[in-house]
Structure formats: C-alpha cells, structure tokens
Nanobody, 124 residues
Framework: QVQLIESGGGLVQAGGSLRLSCTSS????????MGWFRQAPGKQREFVAS????????YYADSVKGRFTISRDNAKNTVYLQMNSLKSADTAVYYC?????????????????WGQGTQVTVSS
C-alpha cells in the first residue's frame, strides 16, 4: 500500500508562485509513475503534470506548460510541483497520484494511489 501526503497549498495573488509537495510511503518510489491533477468546483478532475514509470519522462498539460514544473527527490520520496505565474484559473484542489506500472500518465483512471488533496486559491 502506498500512502501519499500533499502539502504546500494556500492563498496567493495572481502572478505569484507556490510549490506543492507530495511525500510517498512506498519503498520503490524512484520507479513510480507520479502525477499531479487538479479539480475546480463544478469541474472534472484534470491532468496537470506527470513523471513516467521508471524513466521519469515529464509530461504537462498545455494550460500549465512554461509555468509549472514537476520534479522529484527520490532520496526524500517526494515529488514537487513548482507553480509560477499563477492565474485565477489555476484555483483548484490539487491531488498527487502514483502508480507502479506503465500506462496513460495523463489519465486519472490510470493511477491507483491518491493523496487527500491540497487547496490552491489564486486571487485576482
């Protein structure tokens, strides 16, 4: 069983930055596919960014390319989401997800393990 704990959310003004963290309890974290998703009120959960399984290629949603960066520190079992130039449209609950296989990294249905979510609110 893999447990994921997110942190780092909060309230920020438009144009500001936040860094989200997601720490895993898994023993083979370095090989996990890891993803960040978000869900705004009244909307479906959407893909933000991910690392692929084992080789850690990165993928981004078009809406965050050039503004958000996913990274990982395998020694700390932690994946990060650095969010810059934040917009009001980025306001959502952000979720970390993990899976121990190859698959569709931008598809929420692919991931088996999920964190509890952390709220990000961007004020305009």
């Amino acid at each position: 069983q893999v447990q994921l704990i997110e942190s780092g959310g909060g309230l920020v003004q438009a144009g500001g930055s936040l860094r989200l963290s997601c720490t895993s309890s898994g023993r083979t974290f370095s090989s996990y596919a890891m993803g960040w998703f978000r869900q705004a009120p009244g909307k479906q959960r959407e893909f933000v960014a991910s690392f692929s399984y084992r080789d850690s290629y990165t993928y981004y949603a078009d809406s965050v390319k050039g503004r958000f960066t996913i990274s990982r520190d395998n020694a700390k079992n932690t994946v990060y989401l650095q969010m810059n130039s934040l917009k009001s449209a980025d306001t959502a609950v952000y979720y970390c997800a993990a899976q121990t296989s190859l698959g569709a990294y931008s598809d929420s249905g692919f991931y088996r393990y999920w964190g509890q979510g952390t709220q990000v609110t961007v004020s305009s």
